[in-house]
């Protein structure tokens, strides 16, 4: 259930820094009124131009005050960014307060999604177990509040980016990338891209309700076009 939108042929940042503000506000109403430790979870520097790293800088400087805020990229089986690349896309956040995600080594399996509901969900393309494998900060430290800074944009996988891709891809571990994404190609790419409900993000889906359910989150969900400019918006 959406807690609030705002549509507009252009968005200023004065509006961005007021509806971030308006999202913490109803995150403290909604799930910790007094946060102590904040994970944020945008997108890394393929994305920069969504505006994402520069909202993440604005969340963090609300919490940062009263909270121990940190920060994963969710670089997937992206290369880890370097400390030019944090500045350029998340500003003035420190350096330290930053984490990159470790896909090979820095995991933790929780369990799997099973090879029926795979088959039936792929109807027929796939038919093995897809492992849950997520990030081990993620999973074994206590966060009072989870955010997720994404960008929706048409995804070859899933249909499209963002939402609980972010765990299950941006912050997961190797067997499970590999299944989950052998899983999508055997459906058929074709299949999948532009599409809101595919048999991967089916498979997600249910992994999030069986296995996230206690995590503290929501989606702040940035969706961009070209104005008469021809610039992104």
Request: hydrophobic residues 40%; aromatic residues 8%.
């Amino acid at each position: 259930m959406p807690w609030f939108s705002e549509t507009a042929p252009e968005i200023s940042w004065q509006r961005l820094e007021e509806l971030m503000e308006r999202a913490a506000a109803e995150a403290r109403d909604r799930i910790c009124q007094h946060p102590k430790r904040v994970l944020l979870l945008p997108p890394d520097i393929t994305r920069a131009h969504s505006g994402a790293g520069r909202l993440t800088e604005i969340l963090y400087h609300h919490f940062a005050p009263q909270a121990e805020v940190h920060v994963i990229p969710t670089l997937g089986q992206h290369v880890p960014h370097t400390p030019e690349q944090n500045r350029r896309m998340f500003g003035s956040i420190p350096l330290e307060r930053i984490h990159a995600h470790d896909w090979r080594g820095g995991c933790v399996r929780l369990g799997q999604i099973d090879a029926d509901f795979v088959r039936d969900s792929t109807r027929g393309a796939a038919d093995w177990p897809i492992p849950v494998v997520l990030n081990r900060m993620l999973m074994e430290e206590p966060w009072d509040l989870v955010i997720h800074v994404g960008h929706v944009v048409p995804h070859e996988v899933l249909g499209f980016a963002n939402h609980n891709k972010n765990y299950f891809i941006g912050l997961g571990g190797k067997e499970m990338i590999c299944a989950s994404h052998m899983a999508a190609a055997c459906y058929g790419i074709e299949n999948n891209l532009g599409t809101l409900i595919t048999p991967l993000r089916a498979c997600f889906n249910k992994a999030e309700e069986q296995y996230l359910r206690h995590l503290p989150d929501f989606y702040i969900q940035i969706v961009m076009a070209r104005n008469e400019e021809d610039r992104l918006v």
